[in-house]
């Protein structure tokens, strides 16, 4: 079996899980280089690695360069990409900065694999909110074109990077305490609070966040005309997203069918059982590869109306696996 | 001006703050007779209360009895508001037994305090969730119909009575410190997590609250066609219940319209200023009286579509306070 020269940039929450993920998947790795500002020694679970420090010159002979850039900033791979590229490896960029461009393939591979073949060396991993959400669409949207989505979601801590997951818990003992409360990596509390803002505020007071569950979902559907409105919100969890999404079909569909459908998606685990009060929740989706969806009911007064309640990890799914499934959609497809 | 003799009946956090409005709004009292299941001291605020053991007889020479009934179980009104009835008393009730019964007027006075009138001693306070969202929806009915509402709540612990207001802070001071979790008062973990249940299970997989949502608010607004569906999820907060609420009117608003409608309409405070970063948060609601509304946008594809979010005090507004501005609409309406 072919064995393939790795770089993986970036060393937080993302980067340090994309290590994790390359091991548990055994991916076939000849070589790991880990990029990042400054080189120093890390370790993750157990395994130490030497960091060095990028320069245009670090991708002389890598095959994949896995970019983990933070979310809601320019990533690295924006000063870095192209000459990843110019040395002949194909990018797989966590950041928003590539996403919306024409000749850049947005992926989830269970969706949309086959758009790796048109990359032009830059493939994008979509946000987090948008993978768990576009999964569970998919195999609905097979049964019928989906006209409307109204989705809000339940986002987790750990979506804004390592400092927001560890702000959380110290912010929450300190207020326990009766402290003062240190606010930085949030603008706001996130202490026994939600927070109605991800990202900053744009187009129609949108929010960034809530225009990517838009612009990334037309683009991975490849369908345009869906009509898409969030809300995205930051709720007290460490890790795990969830996501409460309102679906109109074109055509009245029957639970069942989209139940039996969903169970059929790969990458999707169905927890569906209210007699037993069994449905997803974020933190038993911590730690996980699955997007769970459970609460699948349909509107009592539309029939083309339909709920579904998803959550994923949104380090793994959202973020690390899906960059490490849209390599290995791009080795199955044979580029290499 | 003429004073009243008031039975307030329960002492768990909506029976105590029902004290503390009474108080604070300087409600006509002749006579406070606080009730409950046994005789003991109470201090609230630190006025001292002697509560009375209830029976039949305790309502005699009662004006306005105030029920606070637990939310999801049967309130004591169930066994002692006939009796309170039939000494001439009028019953406040705040659980959720009587508020769909035909002759039993369901309250909120900014929205419909005429329907006291209809009174045959017995007027419901409604759910939590619909008291914030009907008084929301009712400065933009009255510009259009609303046809359609698509409703996420974000509900905080103290919804579901002391014991789990307690649990949340409790059970969070465990996790931080690596200790077994005590799970008695919810189902489910609550401490860094969200439970997209609240209420029990019943037709069409709706949740009771869910349920609650929809006819309630039919009956508050009077027009049983509102397309209404809901997810109601509970929050690591503690108290202070949010809203995502996407609404579609019959005819397209403006934005700027809402917002003036909205900003007239006496008990909500429209905080909508996403250039200094302002929206409602439900750690700020807390300890207030209004019901606040905040990102106020259309939806991009579909012009009769909107959104809101809403805080408010779930105990206050969502509850004791609603519950005294009913009384205080009885005395308006001269009916004592």
Chains 1, 2 share one sequence.
């Not at 060095?52 to 690295?76: C, Q, R, V």
Request: some cysteine; hydrophobic content about 40%.
């Amino acid at each position: 079996m072919k064995q393939y020269n790795i770089a993986v940039v970036g060393v937080g929450a993302v980067g340090k899980e994309i290590l994790k993920t390359l091991k548990t998947r055994n991916f076939p790795v000849a070589s790991i280089k880990v990029l990042a500002r400054s080189a120093r020694e890390i370790d993750v679970d157990g395994q130490s690695y030497m960091v060095e420090e990028i320069s245009p010159e670090s991708f002389k002979g890598i095959d994949i360069a896995l970019f983990a850039g933070t979310e809601g900033e320019k990533g690295a791979s924006v000063t870095y990409a192209p000459s990843a590229v110019k040395e002949g490896a194909v990018v797989i960029d966590n950041g928003a900065d590539f996403r919306l461009k024409d000749d850049v393939p947005l992926v989830v591979p269970e969706v949309n694999a086959a758009d790796v073949k048109n990359n032009k060396g830059i493939i994008s991993n979509p946000n987090c909110s948008t993978i768990q959400m576009v999964l569970a669409l998919h195999p609905i949207y097979k049964l019928s074109r989906i006209k409307r989505v109204i989705a809000n979601t339940y986002q987790a801590a750990s979506g804004a990077g390592q400092s927001a997951s560890d702000e959380l818990y110290n912010q929450t003992a300190e207020f326990l305490d009766g402290k003062d409360l240190t606010i930085k990596a949030f603008s706001k509390r996130i202490a026994f609070n939600v927070i109605p803002q991800i990202g900053s505020f744009g187009e129609l007071d949108y929010t960034t966040e809530e225009w990517k569950m838009v612009y990334e979902t037309h683009k991975i559907l490849h369908d345009d005309n869906i009509k898409i409105s969030a809300t995205t919100v930051r709720v007290p969890v460490k890790t795990g997203h969830s996501e409460s999404i309102y679906i109109e079909t074109e055509k009245p569909l029957l639970v069942d069918e989209v139940r039996t459908a969903l169970n059929a998606q790969s990458g999707i685990k169905v927890v569906d059982d209210i007699n037993s009060l069994q449905y997803p929740m974020p933190y038993e989706s911590e730690g996980t590869d699955d997007v769970f969806v459970g609460r699948i009911r349909k509107d009592p007064y539309v029939p083309e109306g339909l709920w579904l309640w998803v959550t994923a990890d949104n380090l793994r799914k959202g973020a690390a696996l899906n960059a490490v499934q849209i390599a290995e959609a791009l080795i199955n497809d044979g580029q290499f």
